[in-house]
């Protein structure tokens, strides 16, 4: 007889380990497969966790070297990338090791196998030694997550030519380093290389970077990034690339002229978006239907349209993003027991977390302009505020967008140190549905950055006070 559960989740990311447990904690029997040996998905093994380990462990390489100004003279500073590597290595650990307490804690059976959909409750498990079993399950949850997408012609061979993952396991600094894709995870990775050592160009097909931010930030960061010494060439694509003795030469058109460049360089990152995993998930037969970008359809409640059969995270549309896939994760868990789990995807914060970072929530102009709303704007720049003049971390504002009727706030923007933690108040204010006039009421502790915030807050009337 084969194992029956009240749940199986297929992938242990943010997505299904969260799922899983919220499932566990209103009652089911929940069992957890992923294929790739240790729990946490792409977030925990070669994305979030390893990513921030990289970007902490490089700033505070980058401050040590330059903080004579604040009267610290270290002399020799150097670096230890193998090091580096076992510190953010240590961290992935402790945070894979987390999860396999916490499916403990919740009496959660972990499988380590290749999960294949038959039937609406039925999986095929290929284990790790090839051997097979089958499963039995009352409802499914596809939290199988997403993979680097590469471009034609570029083939990534995780040595020369590298994706993230590549890129955070480099066996030493590159001399250069060209990243295609100036989106979140390319300039992540970019400030990494570029506080070791690199000389970093990237090439990005739009005219801006971080193509979903503010029109506003998108700019502001490119020259603060530009100051730091990233290259940008916009508005090109790459065409091909060719492996020589020295590295890579990459192909370049400008996508308005059309003309043809080439750059020579040490790595290529391919950093130009994610694909949805259902490869070899199921049988076409089965009725699961992906949309034309190739993620799991699902109706608003993340059913797919097989019963019993449901899919979260990045497997499915919306932003790929670890919060988005543990908040749709607690959801779907909520809705199978039959309770009204809810995203609300309006507010969704992202952040890109280069120094400084970039950290936005609800709304940007452009999403109004789009939508014909009429709104405010306030705005603060940290150089205007005590701590950030105090502490020299004065780039960048904070931007707050709100209804020119109602003053609802709609759109929250920051760029600035610690824009991440600070985006939040934000959050919390539109869950609310405050008002600017509402976060402008509130004392803030002084002297702290997010006073920056209530001061954008008080200039949605033309309010502020340190300006
Ligand atoms: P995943 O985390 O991708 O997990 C899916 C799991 O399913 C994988 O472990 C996979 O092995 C398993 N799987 C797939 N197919 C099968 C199968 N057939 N059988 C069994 N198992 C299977 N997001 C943020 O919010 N903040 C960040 O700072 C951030 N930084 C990132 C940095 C990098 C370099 C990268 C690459 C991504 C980053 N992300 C970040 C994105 C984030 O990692 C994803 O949005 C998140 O992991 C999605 O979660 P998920 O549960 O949907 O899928």
Known sequence: MSERYDLAVIGSGPGGYVCAIRAAQLGLNVVCIDKRGAHGGTCL??????????????????????????????????????????YKDEGIDGNVKGIDFLFKKNKITGIFAEAKIISSNQINLTLPDQTEKI???????????????????IEIDEDTIVSSTGALSLQKVPETLTIIGGGYIGLELG?????????????????????????ELSSQFEKILKKQGINFILGSKVKSTQKNSEGVEVHIENVSSSESSSLQTEIVLVSTGRIPNTKGLFDDSLGIKLTDKGFIKTDKNYRTDVEGVWAIGDVIEGPMLAHKAEEEGV???????????????????????????????GMTEEDLKGKSISYKVGKFPFLANGRAKVNKMTDGFVKILSSEESDQILGVHIIGAQAGTMIAEAAVAMEFEATSEDLAHICHAHPTLSEAIKEAALDTDGRALHM
Do not use: Q
């Open 331 to 361: 959801a779907v868990a909520e809705l199978i027991k039959g309770k009204p789990g809810h995203v609300n995807y309006g507010i969704i914060p992202s952040v890109v977390y280069t120094n400084p970072e970039v950290a936005s929530v």
């Open 45 to 86: 093994n070669v994305g979030c966790i390893p990513s921030k380990a990289l970007l902490h462990a490089s700033e505070v390489f980058h401050e040590t070297k330059n903080s004579a100004s604040m009267g610290i003279n270290v002399e020799n500073v150097s670096l230890n990338l193998k090091d580096m590597m076992s």
């Open 135 to 153: 499963i039995e399950a009352t409802n499914i949850v596809v939290a199988t997550g997403s993979s680097s997408a590469s471009i034609p012609g």
């Open 191 to 215: 400030s990494v290389w570029s506080r070791l050592g690199s000389n970093v160009t990237v090439i990005e097909y739009l005219d801006r970077i971080a193509p979903g931010l503010d029109g």
